[in-house]
């Protein structure tokens, strides 16, 4: 491959002394076609073609072709054919195509430069066309016909075309400053009798595209030349024309913010000599200072800004340190230190604010109020941590934001969920590029005040990694103890925390380290049940949504048994937040009738729900048609809130007896199989046939549903009384449901989500339940219109089970 650089002045100044050669030996001369060769090497190029006349270094590489130009050097004189490129063969650049014409140049010297790699100093001499292939493996050799130009002195019509040729070259001497001395050599060493010299010389120096470059060197009539190359002439005219009109524009705007700038210095200095004004750094300064007096700050915090500003004053402002030090106290200026905020301490206002807010929770509004009060009461929050603990959806959040505005305070969220650098916490070190204050201190320079509500979700989601454990930083902003002089690393100065009233979120506290949860009031959000979502979605869910939808609560109509049954078939979670989503496409489609069919009013009822909210998620529990032995209801919690769920135990006839467990049970289920197969096993002894029975019968024990997974000790009675109704052969009742934990000795223990498990029973229409006897307290703790009609029986062993099983 070629690398062509055909703009050199030696290549032009060795052009123009052979043309004088040739010019001043006239006669003597003897005619190309009589010695150049009619057999050629070729030389494949890319870029551009070489053109008669011109003298220049080329570079090659590859080993091909540098074997063919010492084959021409040596054996043929130096002799050899530069052909352009047509169509570029990349896997293999000696294969690609070439045009038809091509130049013949003379070798005069040539050299390696580096392996692989070869430079040559050679002429062109004449243009030649290809007539036939004669050697093509390892050179590449081409049979010749050269197109010398006409000898005989020029007619009119080419005199004119040469003379346009002038003077469209001198005007792009005014034009071009770069070419001007290449340009003006071509005018005055060539005489006006060889157009076609003058005209392969010119089209050597132009920036035309290759293709048209390659038509000039194809053009043999001289006419036909000429017309080409004033084409392109033009054209380098007019764009040398643009560049210069561009280059001036640039050139003004320069000199223009070059003035400015001197102008803007000139003035600054003038303005900082009469003392009407002061440079950056003290405008920096002035401003710092005039921040601090509207700050109460203490000594220690007093003494770190004077020291930081008496650096500032002796630094450069272009030193990095000056950067570092004008941000640190931009930012220790800009916390609102001894700024808070008035509390509202009307506890009135503060409860109304909350039922408008929120429906329902009526155990957590009053935990709330209490807090409130007692801050009231007291004048400060020291101590009083809030966490609030429940499901995605059930408004957690939202109560941390009623919180701040029925106290009046400003709010500020973020999540800690992911969180796995301590110093997002309590702040980079200021050594480290790009340093800035935790998430604390942030909060408190967007609010503007010293008492705002803080929020922080997810903390049961934070990780640890090796750049620390946030977990652990979080112990000294939440301990009342410690907050009061809390430390960031940025600031390296205490700040008090004591007055900031910190809410976290969860959605359990497995993960939550102890540490953490004795620091803080855990207030648990037990979720919403049908009868809240309803009048939710009634009275929040409906006009919001339909409110972003562009709808009027006049054209959609959506019926409360609509509403419970898209609650129960389609959004069974303890929050609301898939309701929202449901409610969000019957918005969708409502706004799509109404476009299409021009409907004004839209009513959804029982009948019609699954038209705009698709076939249901859930499906309501069935139970079975008749009570069969070893076949148990039990009651289960799931993060959908309360399920029925069936216990079915079945025995095989077998030598050795047996036990097995299945429905992809966990650890601590298949601990309370074990437990209730040994348990019933144990009392059943007492009597010899039942005995016998566990003796000779491979026991199996399933929990249907045996895709999802299932975990807890809540289940221990209803296994152990499908066990024993199996053996017994004795079927238990149809209309009773069961949940509890079972111990070996029989005892039955305490479980949670009473509530849940309740409205599940309710749905599927069982009203027969027993729970634990500690687990009365929960019970009574029910709304009324959940435990009406409700018979629940509370058992303190498994006897008060079989009692009620088989009444």
């Not at 900031?500 to 953490?516: C, E, G, M, R, Y």
């Not at 919690?637 to 049970?665: D, F, P």
């Not at 052969?729 to 111990?743: Q, S, Y």
């Amino acid at each position: 491959m070629a690398d062509e650089n055909q703009n050199t002045q030696q290549g032009y100044n060795k052009s123009q002394q052979t043309f004088q050669n040739q010019q001043t030996s006239g006669s003597d001369l003897v005619a190309v076609s009589d010695i150049l060769p009619e057999k050629l090497t070729i030389i494949p190029i890319l870029n551009r073609p070489i053109f008669p006349g011109v003298m220049m270094p080329m570079n090659f590489n590859g080993q091909k072709i540098i074997n063919s130009i010492k084959h021409a050097y040596e054996n043929e004189n130096g002799y050899m054919g530069i052909v352009m490129v047509k169509n570029e063969n990349e896997q293999d650049f000696e294969q690609s195509e070439l045009y038809n014409f091509g130049t013949i140049v003379k070798v005069y010297r040539y050299q390696s430069t580096a392996p692989g790699q070869i430079q040559m100093v050679a002429q062109g001499m004449q243009r030649f066309e290809y007539q036939d292939t004669l050697q093509y493996e390892s050179i590449l050799k081409w049979k010749v016909k050269y197109h010398k130009d006409p000898q005989e002195k020029p007619d009119e019509v080419l005199k004119a075309y040469t003379n346009s040729i002038i003077s469209a070259v001198k005007e792009l001497i005014n034009q071009n400053a770069l070419q001007q001395e290449q340009l003006r050599m071509i005018l005055s060493n060539i005489p006006n009798d060889k157009p076609g010299m003058l005209m392969d010389l010119v089209s050597s120096i132009l920036s035309a595209e290759s293709e048209r470059l390659q038509e000039l060197l194809e053009a043999t009539s001289l006419t036909d030349r000429a017309e080409k190359l004033l084409i392109l002439l033009k054209e380098e005219i007019e764009l040398s024309q643009i560049q210069s009109k561009i280059q001036k524009q640039i050139d003004e705007k320069v000199n223009k913010q070059q003035k400015e700038y001197f102008l803007r210095e000139q003035l600054k200095a003038i303005k900082k000599e009469l003392g009407i004004e002061k440079d950056d750094k003290s405008q920096e300064i002035e401003k710092i200072k005039a921040r601090m007096r509207d700050l109460k700050l203490s000594d220690e915090v007093k003494q770190v800004i004077d020291e930081e500003i008496e650096k500032m004053q002796v630094l450069e402002p272009s030193s990095p340190e000056y950067q570092v030090t004008r941000s640190y106290l931009n930012t220790i200026t800009e916390l609102p230190w001894g700024i808070y905020s008035k509390d509202n301490r009307d506890i009135k206002r503060a409860r109304n604010i909350l039922d408008k807010d929120h429906y329902g929770l009526q155990d957590v509004k009053d935990a709330i109020l209490q807090y409130i009060s007692t801050i009231i009461k007291r004048g400060s929050i020291s101590g009083s941590i809030i966490c609030l603990v429940g499901p995605p959806g059930v408004g957690k959040t939202s109560v941390g934001r009623s919180i701040a505005h029925a106290l009046d305070r400003e709010f500020y969220r973020f999540s800690v969920g992911g969180m796995r650098d301590e110093a997002e916490i309590k702040g980079h070190r200021r050594t480290y590029i790009g340093a800035m204050p935790g998430k604390i201190i942030q909060s408190l320079k967007r609010t503007q005040t010293s008492n705002p509500v803080i929020m922080l979700d997810e903390i049961d989601k934070m990780g640890i990694s090796f750049q620390g454990d946030p977990a652990s930083a979080l112990l000294e902003v939440l301990d009342p103890e410690q907050n009061k002089d809390f430390l960031d690393h940025y600031l390296d100065v205490r700040y008090d925390l004591s007055n900031i009233l910190f809410i976290t979120t969860a959605n359990q506290l497995d993960t939550v380290p102890q540490p953490l949860i004795d620091r803080m009031e855990v207030i648990q959000l037990p979720g919403y049940i049908l009868e809240e979502k309803v009048e939710i979605a009634k009275r929040y869910l409906i006009p919001r949504q339909a409110k972003r939808h562009g709808l009027k609560m006049k054209e959609i109509n959506i019926t409360d048994k609509a509403l419970e049954i898209l609650i129960d078939k389609y959004a069974r979670e303890a929050g609301v937040r898939n309701l929202e989503k449901r409610l969000q496409k019957i918005m969708r489609k409502v706004t799509l009738k109404q476009a299409e069919e021009g409907v004004q009013k839209v009513n959804i009822s029982q009948k019609n729900v699954e038209e705009f909210a698709g076939k249901p998620v859930f499906t309501t529990e069935k139970l079975y048609e008749k009570s069969i032995p070893g076949v148990t209801l039990g009651l289960a919690w799931t993060s959908m809130g309360g399920a029925t769920l069936y216990v079915e135990a079945n025995s095989v006839i077998s030598k050795s007896g047996g036990y097995k467990q299945t429905g992809q049970l966990g650890n601590v289920m298949k601990e309370s199989t074990q437990i209730a197969y040994s348990y019933i096993r144990s009392i059943l002894c007492q009597k010899e046939k039942y005995c016998k029975f566990f003796d000779n019968n491979q026991v199996h024990l399933h929990v249907p549903a045996g895709a999802t997974p299932k975990d807890g000790p809540s289940a221990g009675i209803t296994m152990a009384l499908a066990l024993y109704s199996l053996a017994t052969e004795k079927p238990v009742r149809r209309d009773l449901a069961m949940t509890g934990e079972l111990t070996l000795t029989g005892k039955v223990l305490p479980v949670g989500g009473i509530r849940e498990k309740t409205i599940a029973a309710r749905r599927v229409g069982v009203y027969n339940l027993i729970f634990p006897k500690d687990n009365k307290k929960d019970f009574d703790e029910l709304p009324e219109y959940l435990k009406d009609g409700i018979k629940p029986t509370f058992a303190d062993y498994f006897e008060d089970v079989l009692k009620a099983a088989f009444k």
